[in-house]
């Protein structure tokens, strides 16, 4: 079964530098989707950042990128310059393609950006 | 702008009470979700549906049930609530399988309290 896990549940991070999280994930799969996923204190839940397994370049969004290790299975995020709007529920995401798009989620991952 | 919205953002209701969760989207997405989302444990899925009338399980669906009447709306049924069901929960939807956005769009959640 696929399974992904987030080690740490909570994390803090001073305004203004840079914090990664953790993810890995389990599957058989060779072609796959991974997905950072934030949800701020109005629980509403905005993509961060997708990968797209088969591309061995790692995404980037403004601030945020990722460290995209297939073979070790690791999909963990960088947050670069830490904004105080940052503060929310992070959980990275799996899904294998043609899975009409069912995502497996993590456990998610509190930041708490400190001014 | 994409939208999926959820009719209540606070629901609270009794033991025993016929329960139903409303989302309405409005990108003529085909795949549809109801997950649900507890601290420590991130989100599960309950049900989803990737045609009109059509609906799969998820990893929890005991105790729920779905209904998709119309292709932009997706409603989860809890025949009979009971208070383990207290819980965070959201609806999402996505593009056909094989698009290049494959991804979740989120409604702003659910809390439901079963007193």
């Known amino acids: 079964a696929q399974t992904v896990t987030q080690s740490q549940p909570e994390m803090s991070v001073q305004e203004a530098e840079t914090v990664t999280l953790s993810c890995t994930y389990d599957?058989?799969?060779?072609?796959?989707?991974l997905f950072w996923y934030k949800q701020p204190p109005s629980r509403q839940m905005i993509l961060v950042i997708r990968q797209e397994a088969y591309k061995q370049q790692n995404a980037t969004e403004n601030r945020f990128s990722v460290n995209f290790q297939k073979a070790a299975k690791s999909f963990s995020l960088k947050i670069s310059d830490s904004q105080l709007g940052d503060t929310a529920m992070y959980f990275c995401?799996?899904?294998?393609?043609?899975?009409?798009?069912?995502?497996?989620f993590g456990k998610g991952t509190k930041l708490s950006v400190k001014p | 702008d994409v939208k999926v919205t959820q009719s209540s953002r606070y629901l609270v209701k009794r033991t025993g009470e016929k329960v139903f969760l409303e989302c309405v989207q409005d990108?003529?997405?085909?795949?549809m979700f109801w997950y649900r989302q507890d601290p420590g444990l991130g989100l599960r899925l309950i049900y989803f549906s990737y045609d009109v009338k059509m609906k799969e399980k998820g990893d929890i669906p005991e105790g729920y049930s779905v209904s998709r009447e119309k292709k932009e709306r997706f409603s989860l049924i809890l025949e009979s609530a009971s208070t383990n069901q207290t819980s965070m929960y959201l609806c999402?939807?996505?593009?056909?399988?094989?698009?290049?956005?494959?991804?979740?769009?989120f409604g702003s959640g659910t809390q439901l309290s079963v007193l």
């Open positions: 990108m003529d997405h085909e795949n």
């Open positions: 599957t058989s799969e060779s072609n796959y989707y």
């Open positions: 995401a799996f899904n294998e393609r043609g899975s009409q798009g069912n995502l497996i």
């Open positions: 999402a939807s996505s593009p056909p399988t094989g698009t290049t956005n494959e991804k979740l769009f």
